[in-house]
């Protein structure tokens, strides 16, 4: 079965370190995106893309970064870890068909950041 | 003023009553309406779409949206403690492509 896997589900880091999210799926899909989720914020985009090659800034993406070198991977880097950067994330793909875009959501990585 | 926009709960209902959970939008030119379900600890996922003005029905949910007024609701019927989770709206705006904005969730709690 199709699925979207994220890895590591648990990562404890500290401040200043740079620090990758990995983000997998086997759906075959062309979109793919990271969000953060917070208390009182809800999901907020960090960052997306479209295809390999295309990578587009989200509303919280400073601080982060990705990049998209085949259909399967969007890897979310933390550049240099703050603690403000401690949440859970969540990477989520789907298909390009009409109005209907259901987003396939993976598991989600906790991360603190000491 | 928040794109979309819920009340964070939490709803409390009895086992068996109807829930009921609402959503507004800023953008009057959003095009589709999202309801996901997330249970603690676990990711969203979708369990309602809707993109035209009425009632749009599947099993105990039904969304309903009124672009004129803006806002879109979920019911459940004969709610069960399996429905207790927080349910989240998503909007995609127009420009957006395939971006969906999604609003802080509302928190549902049904009392057995």
């Known amino acids: 079965d199709a699925e979207i896997t994220q890895s590591p589900r648990h990562k404890i880091t500290e401040t200043g370190r740079q620090v990758t999210l990995a983000c997998h799926q086997t759906?075959?899909?062309?979109?793919m995106f990271w969000y953060r989720q917070d208390l009182g914020h809800g999901l907020r985009l960090i960052h997306y893309?479209?295809?390999?090659?295309?990578?587009n800034k989200g509303e919280v993406s400073d601080g982060y970064s990705v990049s998209r070198s085949n259909t399967e991977d969007l890897p979310l880097t933390l550049e240099s870890a703050a603690s403000s950067q401690t949440s859970v994330y969540f990477c989520?793909?789907?298909?390009?068909?009409?109005?209907?875009?259901?987003?396939?959501f993976g598991p989600g990585t906790r991360l603190t950041v000491l | 003023q928040k794109e979309v926009e819920q009340n964070s709960g939490p709803l409390s209902v009895p086992e068996g009553a109807i829930a009921s959970l609402n959503c507004t939008y800023s953008d009057r030119g959003s095009q589709s309406f999202f309801w996901y379900r997330q249970y603690s600890g676990k990711s969203p996922e979708l369990i309602m779409f809707?993109?035209?003005?009425g009632d749009k029905e599947d099993g105990r949910f039904t969304a309903q949206l009124n672009k004129a007024s803006q806002y879109v609701s979920l019911l459940i019927r004969d709610s069960q403690p399996s429905d207790s989770a927080t349910y989240l709206c998503a909007v995609r705006v127009p420009g957006g492509y395939q971006k969906v904005t999604f609003g802080t969730g509302t928190k549902l709690q049904v009392i057995p």
């Open positions: 809707i993109y035209s003005n």
């Open positions: 893309s479209y295809g390999v090659q295309d990578t």
């Open positions: 989520a793909s789907s298909e390009t068909s009409g109005s209907y875009n259901e987003q396939f």
């Open positions: 759906w075959n899909h062309n979109n």
